[in-house]
Every structure is written in C-alpha cells, then in structure tokens.
C-alpha cells in the first residue's frame, strides 16, 4: 500500500497515536501543526487523505480548508472537540468531506478513511485480498486456503486480515494483544498464541505463511 497521510494537529500525543495507529496500516504520514506548511505540503507532495484539527495555531483549520480547496481536492477530514452543529456545517461548507469529533476510536476512524477512499476511487467494498494460496474477499468474509474454503471465527479472521494487510512486518504479543483485545483486558499474551494457533490450523498447510519471530512476535511472511 503506497498510502500518504497528512496529519494537522497541535496536540504531539493525538500526532504520535494517530501516525502509529496508520502506520501499522502501512500509510506514510507526515505531521503538522502549521497552517501555511499545509499549503506547501500539498503543492510538493500527493496525499490521499489530511486529517484536519479545527483549533490550531494561527489560522483555524475551516481557513485552511477553505485555502487547501482552491488549490486541491484531496480528501479532508476535520478531527475536533467542537461539537455544535454550526460548526460541522462551517466545515463541510468550507470543502471538508467529513467530520469527526474527539474523543474517537481509531478503527471507527480509519474505517471512515478507508470509505471515504474507496468512494473518491470508485472501488468497491468487495476486494479481495491475496498471498500466497490464502485469498480473502473483504465483502464476504470468505477465506480460501489454496482450493478449500475456510470457515474461520470472527477473531482468527481479524488477526489473518490485519497480517494480509501487513505483510513481513513483525508484531509483538503485546501489540496484538492490545489491537484486538485492548489495554483494559485481564488474561495475559497467551491468549494471542492460543488464536495464532487455531488460525494455523485452520489455514492448513497455508497457516506456515505466519510466522513466529523469536523473542520478537509474529510475521506473515508472503511467498510468491
């Protein structure tokens, strides 16, 4: 995926968790809190997505949106804690495509990029993703190993679709254990091994493609 991401936002933690979170997703992303690099940015560079924070310093965002459109119609996405309704309307009237108010959930908002992209692109929600002899069709849920079709439960699927999309990066129990189970969850890393297993199993002889790293974690490793 040769994604790029523009993330205009003040607050250093919001840039750091929004950059991982995408990264992981294998976006490149660029952060800034200044108004006018924005304008500079996207005259040197081709993102697919800016993620917009309305209160910066300086210039608002609904201004720099409103500047970003005379010059681009990349997609923009406002990110703020201004909840009242003149607001989203000012945005939207200023060029945004859509809104999201702090505090949001990082899948619900990247499942917002990823529609939102897929619409300006005109690509369908039933995409199939392929490696190796495991192919997957995001719209249905099915899985193939090779020629058989595998019924996997709803975790298995998640944990396989996550590596498909990240393939030979390597993740750690803990970084799993927190994207699919959350910080909050009381069992230890063990539970990751236990579903990578039942996932191997059930993928057949394809289940080698995920890898286990010593002391590191796990890898989907992709075979031509």
């Known amino acids: 995926m040769d994604q790029k991401l523009l993330v205009v936002e003040d607050d250093r933690r919001l840039q750091e968790i929004i950059s991982d979170y995408f990264e992981s997703k294998g976006w490149q992303v660029r952060v800034t809190d200044d108004g006018e690099e924005v304008l500079e940015k996207i005259q040197t560079n081709s993102y697919q997505l800016i993620l917009l924070d309305v209160m910066l310093p300086g210039e608002n965002g609904f201004t720099i949106c409103r500047k970003i ?83 996997l439960p709803p975790k298995e699927y998640e944990l396989l679709l996550f590596f498909l999309e990240n393939p030979k990066r390597i993740f750690s129990r803990e970084q799993l254990l927190i994207r699919f189970w959350g910080y909050d969850f009381d069992g230890n890393e063990r539970v990751v091994d236990n579903h990578i297993k039942k996932l191997r199993k059930l993928l057949g002889k394809s289940g080698s493609m995920i890898r286990t790293i010593r002391k590191s974690g796990y890898r989907m490793e992709v075979i031509p």
Not at 112 to 132: C, D, E, F, N
Request: net charge negative; hydrophobic share 35%; with cysteine.
């Open 69 to 151: 459109r005379e010059i681009s119609d990349v997609p923009v996405i406002f990110i703020t804690a201004r909840v009242q309704e003149e607001d989203e309307l000012n945005g939207y009237a200023m060029g945004a495509d859509d809104y999201v108010t702090k505090p949001f959930s990082l899948p619900v908002l990247y499942a917002k990029v990823t529609a939102l992209i897929g619409r300006m692109h005109g690509s369908s929600a039933g995409r199939r993703i392929r490696a190796g002899d495991i192919e997957v069709d995001v719209r249905t849920h099915e899985v193939w190993s090779g020629e058989e079709r595998c019924e």
